[in-house]
Antibody, heavy 118, light 110 residues
Framework: EVQLVESGGGLVQPGRSLRLSCSASGFTFDDYAMHWVRQAPGKGLEWVSGISWNGGKIGYADSVKGRFTISRDNAKNSLYLQMNSLRDEDTALYYC???????????WGQGTPVTLSS | QSALTQPASVSGSPGQSITISCTGTSSDVGGYNYVSWYQQHPTKAPKVMIYDVSNRPSGVSNRFSGSKSGNTASLTISGLQAEDEADYYCSSYTSSNTLVFGGGTKLTVL
């Protein structure tokens, strides 16, 4: 059974940093690209970032480019999101998602909440 | 990276069919057959219902179908059931090698 478990979220002040983690199991992690998708309270889904199976291809949404860094450790079956210079608008539930056979996400974690508050 | 355009809400009675539209541009929806649809119930993670415009993952009811014409994709749910009440999001691959979601549509089963 595929499982994606996010961690690392919490309450943080604007301007500070936070590192999210996603632990994967139930599939061959290094065969698949992985992504982060967020959802602000009461709002829709927003793609944040994605990384290819070996880290060779990385993409970011314009809203986080230059502030967030995605990475993965295939030996640990883990995905990460380093978030710097956090802003109020980064408040959201952050989902880790596994890319399917095409440009879609076939498995999602339950999300880890990030709340910005001064 | 503007969000794809979806109606904010749609509704239908049990047994009826409804269609949700998703409008983008030639740089996303119109340029690639990489449109997906997700169903999200309250407090739950999204679930893929359709990928590559019209493909249904294993386990998804054949009451769900997808199509595309030009820059607009559509999700049709036939034989509406109470359990279909949820938020639905479309997404598309883009020419910038990114992904963009629609704003979401709340489906109410009357």
């Amino acid at each position: 059974e595929v499982q994606l478990v996010e961690s690392g979220g919490g309450l943080v002040q604007p301007g500070r940093s936070l590192r999210l983690s996603c632990s994967a199991s139930g599939f061959t992690f290094d065969d698949y690209a992985m992504h982060w998708v967020r959802q602000a309270p009461g709002k829709g889904l927003e793609w944040v970032s994605g990384i290819s199976w070996n880290g060779g291809k990385i993409g970011y949404a314009d809203s986080v480019k230059g502030r967030f860094t995605i990475s993965r450790d295939n030996a640990k079956n883990s995905l990460y999101l380093q978030m710097n210079s956090l802003r109020d608008e980064d408040t959201a539930l952050y989902y880790c998602a596994k890319k399917g056979s095409s440009w879609h996400f076939d498995y999602w974690g339950q999300g880890t909440p990030v709340t910005l508050s001064s | 990276q503007s969000a794809l355009t979806q109606p904010a809400s749609v509704s239908g009675s049990p047994g009826q069919s409804i269609t949700i539209s998703c409008t983008g541009t030639s740089s996303d929806v119109g340029g690639y057959n990489y449109v997906s649809w997700y169903q999200q119930h309250p407090t739950k993670a999204p679930k893929v219902m359709i990928y590559d415009v019209s493909n249904r993952p294993s386990g998804v009811s054949n009451r769900f179908s997808g199509s595309k014409s030009g820059n607009t994709a559509s999700l049709t749910i036939s034989g509406l059931q109470a359990e279909d009440e949820a938020d639905y999001y479309c997404s598309s691959y883009t020419s910038s090698n990114t992904l963009v979601f629609g704003g979401g549509t709340k489906l109410t089963v009357l």
